[in-house]
T-cell receptor
Framework: GENVEQHPSTLSVQEGDSAVIKCTYS??????FPWYKQELGKRPQLIID?????GEKKDQRIAVTLNKTAKHFSLHITETQPEDSAVYFC?????????FGTGTRLLVSP | GAGVSQSPSNKVTEKGKDVELRCDPI?????LYWYRQSLGQGLEFLIY????????KSGLPSDRFSAERTGGSVSTLTIQRTQQEDSAVYLC?????????????FGPGTRLTVT
């Protein structure tokens, strides 16, 4: 089945810096890759997703890139703000269910 | 419209007791998922429903855990003879049709504490 690895587990940046979180997946048939943000004590919420027919997608300060050959995808956050502090989960679809990475705790310091 | 709802929001139970957790998915969503999240940890998949059937229950940790879904809507997760290691937040998620759309909408979770 699908296996998703996520790095780093924690990431500390200064406000205004960029943050990059990387994930790899194992199943070459996976075709959907979402990213979820979970603030402390809250439910995970979808922030951006990408399908396998595109290589990059942007939404304001957030972008996701996908390399199907290498089977990895990344989340890029530019001009980070303190409210970006949260745990971020990547996922890949496998057998009609999402397989999640282990999460990255992002801390943005003012 | 209304999102995914779960009840209770918090549950404290004594070791050895049974508990039932409820999930109300978004109306019309055919796929429903249960996850467990221990403190500071990731999302552990438990079981997935398509309609009333469960094609994948591979994540259930033991035979003390079971789940059902009736009428293609509400689902209940039952934990029998609870143990302290069952303490976690149990999250439910739903999506429209697992074959067409994979975006999952999460409920607020049930925080289970076993004393």
């Amino acid at each position: 089945g699908e296996n998703v690895e996520q790095h780093p587990s924690t990431l500390s940046v200064q406000e205004g810096d960029s943050a990059v979180i990387k994930c790899t997946y194992s199943d070459s048939a996976s075709n959907y890759f979402p990213w979820y943000k979970q603030e402390l004590g809250k439910r995970p919420q979808l922030i951006i997703d990408i399908r396998s027919n595109v290589g990059e997608k942007k939404d304001q300060r957030i972008a996701v890139t996908l390399n199907k050959t290498a089977k990895h995808f990344s989340l890029h956050i530019t001009e980070t703000q303190p409210e970006d502090s949260a745990v971020y989960f990547c996922a890949a679809v496998g057998f009609q269910k999402l397989v999640f990475g282990t999460g990255t705790r992002l801390l943005v310091s003012p | 419209g209304a999102g995914v709802s779960q009840s209770p929001s918090n549950k404290v139970t004594e070791k050895g007791k049974d508990v039932e957790l409820r999930c109300d998915p978004i109306s019309g969503h055919t796929a429903l998922y249960w996850y467990r999240q221990s403190l500071g940890q990731g999302l552990e998949f438990l079981i997935y429903f398509q309609g009333n059937s469960a094609p994948d229950k591979s994540g259930l940790p033991s035979d003390r855990f079971s789940a059902e879904r009736t009428g293609g809507s509400v689902s209940t997760l039952t934990i029998q003879r609870t143990q302290q290691e069952d303490s976690a937040v149990y999250l439910c998620a739903s999506n429209k049709d697992s074959a067409q759309s994979y975006e999952q909408y999460f409920g607020p979770g049930t925080r289970l504490t076993v004393t």
